[in-house]
């Protein structure tokens, strides 16, 4: 058993965490313009400043025994209502420090490399203000020790997610597409505030410790019941189906952004809710099944639409969408799978974020166009965006000794212990992973040139290559320092459990038919579009291939399933409102004929329908009183 | 309920007596229908002014009337004061006081934004 | 037959016995009504230039001077006037969030260097809309000061409604609080027309609703024999078996009640009056009355009818219920955006209501911070209105807020601030008030009336995220209004409610500790 250390030493410095760059995005956010010359350096200061922190606390962590490496530390009571206790209160254990790491050291590289890439915006330092408003939100999020605080970063990473994604307002798609996901995220926060009510109600407490204690004395009803809805919360936020169609659109914000928030760390967060929530998920069997049907439904959804789009950031965001149905898919296997699900989750953040950084790269070259149907043949021009986006190619396919050669097949390994279906399933879409990511290096790095006539393709500036060059190092050696030197699976042990289960096939096997399935997809997309000439135009397609250009779908679904009746119910009820009181009114004022005529021309307007609806009203509340106290 | 039947028995006489009359009037009464009949009623004679524009009256009508009422049920709330007085000694003489000044204070408000004159 | 008719009815053996006042309890009552006749007196006799200044300074002088009393009553617990008054922990909280709101409005209402031509109210309220006497009253700058004696019998009765322990009293408190409010509403400078009519409908449905609260109010007392909540409450213990009666009694006495904190279905009056009474005037009365209503409401409940809770309560679910949906989905559609505001006020009652179904002290002390909060962000709101302006007036059509955020960055932030805490995002006051009322109801069984509630505050997001969205995201167009910087009148209660916007919702433990001091209502 674990025991709660008090945040002494380094320790005490768990605020500043946060502290430092949200100090960074208020200073930007209040200082306006005039902070435009050196506010940028400032948020990227903080942030790599709290990576310091952080690498310092991990260091000291390991000194630790691993029992001892919980550390929480309470700043003061939040909320105390009656039975109700919410203390703003930090709880920094083996999880929350790697996802401290993740956050801060990938954002920090990420805000290096903003640096370049929005040199030319106008409001810049409004950008790196989001920017750091989202690592302050997301360390909150990652290192509360209470579901009520983490709600608040969870939504403060949403409202930094909306600004950033809108953050070129002046694009009409982009307003509408920060609207979309702002709406959709509130539909898994439905779930989240309907978890957190449930979990008081049940357990009289919202924090970790409290909850996690006592959870397997609850009804497993109950336990169902908060983990389907901690599932939807965690759907809507990382992009899973049925909720995931806002994550496309979301490409519209800059591509730092997408690379930071849509692809390494925010989406993540429903994998760690998940993985977190491993006390209730272990006993709630329904909901824990669900998870991995979730899972590898989008596995599939993601896969489809990243092999159809031609637009290079949203075939990403497909990916993205794809590999953390893998991790969502693991973290509903149990303790045979959180680990693997975070470890998937590391690698994927680095190697994803090399990825977008890399679009981002080429897009800068290319005048800002999108379509990979006008690039091709970049490998000459843009070599070491082409070297690093190769890591990510050759790491994101899983071939060894790539970082996500080790933490994919874990996942499909331990799926295969689950069922054979499961790790089927998982094992195809490793081939379509292969497949895309091929069409995709293919179609922008290798083959004819296909530009357009004023572009210019040339390397980016040094600022931006040098995080493409780490993030290109760690997606080739991550994996193999997690597993090998850092133990990814005892470090995380002690708090999201693991246990090795029989699989029925042996690991060489599996890593044998995914490879397989690697390579048919890689040949395939090689087929087709190396040996064939890539036209610009995109041609007509197969009905499977025209459905994932319109994301399956996914928002017609949407709007006839909420939209639609919430707009009509609106609209009904003002028509109600209006009309229909009215109408009675009149409607009866025929009955009663001339007499009435004269009066209602000295009437006010509509202040009798007010007053017969009062009426109305009044007998319903009467009957209602005479009825229930007669009962 | 018993001690209530009464009551509504009376209410439904009371109204079964009006329906009844209007509609006898309604019924048997010869319809002749003149301007006067459909001015408003004041006693018989014209009422003035003649409303102007569709139906608007000086608002000094409705002044005058409301100072009326104000001051009305001032001298009803004198009266079982005045009654009573010996009982409620100096306690309702302070507490009537008051209860005047208040309606002074209105009278005077009323004088200095020349309420009270006509013109 | 109660002590009350004896006395009444006997040959007048019994000896008149002395009423025993605690005058200093009421101290915050008889300031008010003190400045108000003073007020009334300075309209008669002071010169029109003067009178202006003499009534700010008496008006903020006799709300100041009553805050102070009220705080230093603090812990008080008694009732006086034979039973009348009932000053105890929840009367003075409601005393006191009523003065402070009270003083914000009427900071409002004192501006005068946002409106070119003067202040919010027309300068002669009887002169006819667009006449030439209207015209010459603007050109010579004229002010109408009567609006301070309005605010203080507004104020005056708004205390004593909160404060009235037997139905008479809050009767009398209702219409104190009421006449002036009518009034106000229909005093505006622009848009006379729908002033005026918004004023007449206001007093019109106001009227008849008192009427329900009066013929209720006669209903209990045939029953008890008495005015008494008190009383009521305890034939209602001894006489169990008794029905109808009893259940007209409450029911219209709720309908009075409820039309004042605009539920479901006694709303209709909310966006007209909202829309056309004068901006500060809304702000003033969207806030306090709120205050007043539920405070008289809750001491119904849970002093005089507290016993009878397995009656109302279902009738209550459902207004509750009701309030909060039509609130949240008819305000979507709004363009208007005070009328946008009147609907979400009704769908805010609706939740409060959900406080209130409660029914027990937690319901109670949720429900007076809910009351605490939402009166701070609501006047903020109706601040920021009369500030954002075209050459017409106050700019209400949505469609001139577009790109707002990038004329005037730090009002549409303040803005966004309230929208933000009206629709409940944690950080905000609303965001605590909203969980306090849920956590309360959920404590009391009453989770699929959360249920509802939490679903209706997904839709109210979207029409508060809405106008964010308009401000921030959409480009500024030819219509779109410019925002006047008002005097330090307007600042002072625009900071005043954001600061307390935000401080409710990062450090609301202070508040909560009054609450909870503050204990429930005396019997």
Known sequence: ?631 | MNVYTPILVLGLLAFGFAAFSVAAATVTGPKRYNRAKYDAYECGIEPTPQPIGGGRFPVKYYLTAMLFIVFDIEIVFLYPWAVAFDQLALFGLIEMFLFIITVLVVYAYVWRRRGLEWD | MSPLLASVGAETETAFTMPSINYYAIAPILILFGAAVVSVLVEAFVPQRGRRPVQLVIVVGSIVAALAVTIDLRGTRLVTGEGAIAVDGPTLLMWGALLVIGLLGALLMAERSIDPLGDAFAPRASALPGSEDEQEFTRRGFLQTEVWPFLLFALTGMLVFVASNDLLVMFVALEVMSLPLYLLAGMARRRRLLSQEAALKYFLLGAFSSAFFLYGAAMLYGFSGSVSLVAISDTLSAKTGEGSLVAIGIALLMVGLLFKVAAVPFHQWTPDVYQGAPTPVTGFMAATVKIAAFGALLRVLYVSLGGLRWDWEPMLWIIAALTMLVGSVVAITQTDIKRMLAYSSIAQAGFILVGVVAASPQGLASALFYLVAYAFTTIGTFAVITMVRDASGEATHLSKWAGLGKKSPVVAAVFSLFMLSLAGIPLTSGFVGKFGVFAAAIDSGNTWLVIVGVVASVIAAFFYVRVIVLMYFSDPTPDTASVVIPSAFTTIALTASAVMTIALGVFPQWLLDIITQAGVFIR
Not at chain 1, 89 to 104: H, K, R
Not at chain 1, 462 to 479: E, R, Y
Request: some cysteine.
């Open chain 1, 1 to 631: 058993m674990t025991e709660l250390m008090p945040a002494e030493g380094v320790f005490s410095l768990i605020w500043l965490l946060i502290a430092l760059p949200l100090a960074g995005a208020a200073v930007l956010l209040v200082g306006g313009r005039r902070t435009n010359a050196w506010g940028p350096l400032l948020g990227v200061l903080t942030v790599s400043a709290s990576a310091v922190l952080g690498i310092v606390m991990l260091l000291q962590m390991m000194q630790n025994s691993p029992e001892q490496r919980t550390f929480d530390q309470t700043l003061f009571s939040w909320v105390f209502v009656g039975g109700f206790q919410a203390d703003m209160a930090f709880q920094l254990d083996q999880l929350s420090m790697v996802f401290v790491l993740l956050i801060t050291i990938v954002g920090a590289l990420i805000h290096v490399y903003s640096l370049g890439y929005m040199s030319h915006d106008r409001d810049k330092r409004k950008f790196f203000g989001y920017l750091n408003l989202f690592v302050a939100a997301m360390l909150i999020l990652v290192l509360a020790n209470n579901y009520l605080l983490l709600y608040v970063g969870w939504e403060g990473v949403g409202l930094a997610s909306y600004l950033l994604i809108g953050f070129w307002q002046h694009k009409p798609s982009a307003a509408a597409a920060a609207k979309k996901a702002f709406v959709i995220n509130r539909i898994g926060d439905v779930g989240m505030s309907l978890a957190i009510m449930l979990m008081f109600v049940t357990f009289g407490t919202v924090s970790f410790q409290g909850v996690f204690g006592v959870a397997d004395q609850a009804s497993e009803g109950t336990l169902n019941a908060i983990g389907l809805l901690l599932l939807l919360a965690a759907c809507g936020k990382s992009a899973q189906f049925p909720l995931q169609a806002w994550l496309l659109d979301a490409m519209e914000g800059p591509t730092p952004v997408s690379a930071l928030i849509h692809a390494a760390t925010m989406v993540t967060a429903g994998v760690y809710l998940i993985a977190r929530s491993n006390a209730i998920f272990d006993v709630a069997t329904v909901a824990a099944t669900t998870v991995v049907v979730v899972g590898v439904v989008t596995v599939f959804i993601g896969a489809i639409i990243g092999s159809a789009k031609d637009d290079i950031k949203k075939s990403l965001a497909g990916s993205t969408m794809s590999q953390i149905g893998y991790m969502i898919a693991a973290a509903g296997l149990g303790p045979i799978g959180y680990v693997f699900a975070i470890f998937h989750l590391l690698t994927h953040g680095v190697f994803k974020a090399g990825l977008f950084l890399g679009a981002g790269s080429v897009m800068h070259g290319m005048n800002d166009n999108v379509d990979m149907r006008r690039y091709g043949a970049l490998r000459k021009v843009m070599i070491v965006t082409y070297v690093t986006f190769a890591a990510g190619w050759l790491s994101i396919m899983g071939i060894p000794p790539f970082s996500g050669f080790f933490s994919k097949d874990e996942i499909i390994h331990a799926a295969f212990e689950q069922s054979v279906l499961t790790g089927v399933l998982l094992i195809i879409g490793a081939g379509v992973t292969g497949f895309y990511m091929t069409r995709m290096f293919i179609m922008t790095f290798l083959g004819k040139a296909r530009w357009e006539d004023d572009v210019h393709p040339h390397e980016s500036p040094k600022v931006m290559t040098v995080p493409l060059v780490l993030l290109a190092i760690g997606s080739l050696f991550l994996g193999m320092a997690l597993l090998y030197w850092g133990n990814i699976e005892t470090w995380l042990e002690p708090v999201v459990g693991y246990e090795a289960g029989e699989s029925p096939i042996s690991t060489t096997a599996s890593i044998a038919l995914s490879l397989l399935a690697v390579g048919l997809g890689v040949l395939v997309a090689y087929l087709m579009y190396q040996r064939r000439a890539v036209p610009i135009e995109a041609p007509h397609g197969s009905w499977l291939t025209r459905a994932a250009r319109n994301e399956l779908y996914g928002n017609e679904v949407n709007d006839v399933l909420v939209v639609q009746p919430t707009y009509y119910t609106s609209r009904w009820l003002v028509w109600f409102d209006n009309k229909g009181v009215d109408g009675f009114v009149n409607g009866s004022a025929a009955f009663v004929g001339g007499l009435s005529g004269r009066m209602r021309r000295y009437q006010t307007g509509f202040a009798r329908s007010y007053a017969l609806s009062m009426v109305g009203g009044a007998v319903l509340v009467v009957l209602a009183l005479v009825l229930v106290r007669a009962s």
